[in-house]
């Protein structure tokens, strides 16, 4: 009897975790743009973290804002909108100590969340209203001058926190905007664009460790033949077969030589641009002991070399002195000092 088993298949839901993307601003000024933003990160099948939401997991045993920072660095992306409001200080800072005057220097909560967020390289874009950015634009005109009334913004910090964005090197893209619906295009567009390398960048790694592998299996292949060759010789080369494998092996150990050489800009150019021969060159860098004596032979070697004008060049340029150290050390000599003594 032939019995037949029929398996079931199980049905399971998996529920793939959603990208994360922090809000990041004052609330009572920018609730309105807040909620937009929301519902448009909402719609993009995203998770929006709000405070005002109830989606930051506050810790009773720190203050509230400290649970805010503990969240911007565990997000994927950060979105900071800056509007005319500077914000409260961080716990950090002694409130008691702060007035209503438009000059006096803190730090906000909005502020430290963009910070904390941005030194965990947290991929960040960054909102400001256009009407901030104009006064900004104002401001960076009169450092100086404390008579300007800005009707847009209600501290200096504001204009500050747009320096220190503004001077950083990489992760602060910015968009100034009037409607909302600037705000959805200008974010589609970025994080398409941003998608787009991710995936190129894993297709080069793909491509990257696929070669790797092929050159290993090359090497592979090499060695054995080198070791299959090897044997043959031996067996009908006789007496010579000693010498046949050394000659061998000496020839792969210069065509290496040669390769690394090559690849030095100044070595290489010493070959190609000034037609001194490789192995006139090679030993320029291998019997002097010191830079006048290498400058002195190159000399020789080409007419276009200015013996003097070239020491001149040469000393003291410590780009050049690592260069020649290279060379030197393939071919198995001590570096140079910029003394122009050698190392040990």
Known sequence: MIILYKTSAILRTWHMAKLRVFISSTYYDLKHI??????FI??????????????????PSMPLDQSCYKDAESTDILVLIIGGRYGSATSETDSSRITSDFYQRYESVTRKEFETANSHDIPTYILVEKSVMSEYETFKKNRINTTIDYAHVDSVNIFNFLDDILNRGKNNPLFQFEQPQEIENWLKSQWSGYFRTLLENKSQNKQLNSLSKQVGELSSINN??????EEVIQRVGGDSAHDIIEKEHQNISNDKLFRKLMDQSLFSSLVEDYDVKFEDAKNCFSDNDSLEGLVHDLSILSDEFDE???MKHWRGNEEILDDINIIREFLSKPKLLRTDTLVG
Do not use: F, H, N
């Open 224 to 229: 054995s033949l080198q070791r299959y060759l």
């Open 34 to 39: 807040r909620s937009y933003v929301s519902s």
């Open 308 to 310: 003097e004008d070239l």
């Open 42 to 59: 909402t719609k993009m099948g995203y998770e929006a973290t709000l405070s005002e939401k109830g989606k930051i997991a506050y810790d």
